[in-house]
């Protein structure tokens, strides 16, 4: 009888194996370091569900994503939001702010899902399809609703393991009446969170309040009164308030082809219920922070806020739309590293994560012709992207780490996360394999990995592989900054743009970065790079300059043209 099992974390593999439920059976995950997993651990064959998509088509499909999630999202608040605001007295939007981001992501990852399913299921006929229980994506939707609703011709089975203490516990009141409900969350607003703290006194009338982390805004900040908000010092509710889903009633017609392609309207549909459920469930618990920073308002009149790391969900998302819409308040984004390659990168999600979270971004480097390129010069009326002014991360002198040790190579290896849990297909896993069986046979040289994170075999598929390499070091703890404060690399691989951040790197080394099919360079930032870096297409390509570099043949790169650009500390007021 063929018989598929799908799965999706460690533990899937575990239960998977202890109750050989894998016997005689074809294998699938959508989460890379299972593969890995059962490859290395118990010589099992995987196979990776993102596998039946080109990677090269992920970034039209995530544009197309978030361009019909935003139309989504301006329809729900226009439908709904007036309603809300009536009996809520606020004036906000809510849909747009809470899931412009997750909402496009959302939809991509069903978009991927459906396309790589729908292929395993062509290509292969199965007589029992096994599928672990799972959530899809950032706003946890449930996986067996999306199979049902997706594939209604299709019968799963889905394995549900996990013992109730695993489940969430706490009070829930459901199908509370909106009307009544903010009226008693309003009365309750000042219990649910510390006001926001006056850390320093100015010598105006001034008021700026500033997000977490503060530290590098309030330099600037001299002459005002600053407040500093927290938004992880809110009290633990008693209990959980869910809303009645009745102000979601939707006609029979919508929606329809003028939000997404006649083939995919199913998906947009799942969308819509996945935000239904989402918003139900949390905004009665948003509401108390966003009305106690409304009275807060109301008593100190803020002038200005200023973030350094974007809220793109939850109540911080709703409370950058209070202040960006009240009328009186300019809101400020300054550049940092969360940001800093915004107006660098294409992609779909800088406009709904930065550009729209302000009215200005303080950046350097991007310019109003950036945004052009990028399709963002409509990102809305009030944002203003500000070219040649100061990044808020402080570059460090080398001469403070004059007595780094000199390692011969080392790989910047990104951790990875299932794609179930983000939306986000990896491309660059498959490279770190081959790279590893590349170096493994060079026993002369001195080789450290370094990652973005604590490896583990939950996001780092490379980890088991490792142990049986005796010429390669895992450094485990402190990241790519701490790294660079006590080792000097020769020559530094990077499979990811993000150690880019770091100013030590553009001092007497050798530097190659993996490009990456999902988040593209382009324009002046390209241009500049390619002066400093060496590019490697695919895996090929690196070899290549590998081998040319261990023959002497690769030459060091000192332009600084992208560090001057984009990079370097200077004058914020």
């Not at 990028?374 to 990102?379: F, W």
Request: aromatic letters at 12%.
């Amino acid at each position: 009888m063929a018989k598929a099992v799908i799965l999706h974390t460690i533990d899937d593999v575990k239960h998977c194996v202890r109750h050989q439920l894998h016997k005689d059976a074809k294998l699938f995950s959508a989460n890379v370091h299972v593969v890995y997993y059962l490859r290395y651990h118990f010589e099992v064959k995987c196979e990776d569900l993102c596998s039946y998509m080109d990677t090269q088509d992920y970034l039209g499909i995530e544009m197309a994503a978030f361009k019909a999630s935003g139309l989504l999202l301006d329809k729900l608040d226009q439908k709904i939001t007036p309603i809300l605001n009536e009996h809520l007295d606020l004036a906000v939007r809510y849909f747009n702010p809470l899931y412009s981001f997750t909402g496009g992501r959302q939809l991509s990852l069903y978009m991927i899902l459906k396309h790589c399913l729908s292929l395993m299921l062509e290509q292969n006929c199965f007589e029992t399809i096994l599928v672990y229980e799972g959530a899809l994506g950032p706003l946890k939707a449930d996986l067996k609703a999306f199979l049902i609703r997706i594939f209604p011709d299709n019968k799963f089975y889905i394995i549900n393991y996990k013992k109730s203490s695993e489940m969430p516990t706490g009070v829930v009141i459901s199908n509370n009446d909106i009307r009544a409900l903010g009226r008693q969350l309003q009365k309750n607003a000042d219990n649910v969170l510390n006001n926001p703290t006056l850390i320093q006194r100015g010598t105006t009338t001034k008021n700026v309040l500033v997000f977490e982390p503060a530290d590098k805004l309030i330099k600037f900040l001299k002459d005002k009164n600053v407040y500093y908000l927290e938004l992880n010092k809110t009290k633990d509710a008693l209990c959980e308030y869910w809303i009645n889903q009745d102000i979601f009633s939707i006609d029979d017609n919508w929606p329809n082809a003028t939000f997404f392609q006649q083939d995919q309207g199913d998906l947009l549909l799942f969308l819509y219920e996945t935000l239904r459920i989402d918003f139900s469930k949390n905004i009665a618990q948003y509401l108390p922070l966003l009305y106690q920073c409304k009275n807060f308002h109301i008593q100190n009149f803020i002038n200005n806020v200023y973030w350094s790391t974007p809220f793109v969900n939850g109540v911080g998302a709703l409370l950058f739309e209070f202040f960006i819409t009240n009328g009186f308040t300019r809101v400020i984004g300054v550049q940092a590293q969360s940001t800093f390659f915004a107006g660098q990168l294409l992609g779909a999600y800088f406009a709904v994560t930065v550009f729209n979270r302000c009215h200005c971004y303080v950046t350097q480097g991007a310019t109003q012709a950036d945004m052009k390129i990028l399709g963002l010069d409509e990102v809305g009326n009030n944002t203003v992207v500000s070219p040649n002014v100061e990044v808020t991360k402080q570059f460090e002198s080398m001469s403070l780490y004059d007595n780094r040790v000199v390692v011969d190579i080392a790989l910047f290896l990104r951790t990875t996360k299932s794609f179930l849990q983000v939306g986000y297909i990896s491309a660059c896993v498959k490279v770190q394999e081959r790279l590893l069986e590349y170096l493994k046979d060079k026993m002369d040289i001195q080789i450290h990995i370094v990652t973005d994170e604590q490896p583990s075999f939950e996001n780092f598929a490379m980890l088991t592989m490792l142990k049986k390499q005796k010429n390669i070091t895992l450094i485990k703890e402190g990241g790519v900054n701490n790294y660079l404060k006590k080792y000097a690399p020769k020559l530094f691989f990077m499979d990811s743009h993000l150690a880019l951040t770091n100013d030590m790197l553009w001092k007497d080394t050798v530097l190659i970065l993996l490009k990456d099919p999902l988040n593209v360079f382009y324009g002046r930032a390209l241009e500049a790079l390619h002066k400093s870096i060496y590019f490697a297409g695919n895996y090929h390509e690196l070899e290549c300059l590998l081998q040319l570099y261990f023959e002497g043949k690769l030459d060091k790169k000192q332009d600084s043209t992208y560090l001057l650009q984009f990079a370097k500390h200077q004058n914020v007021e």
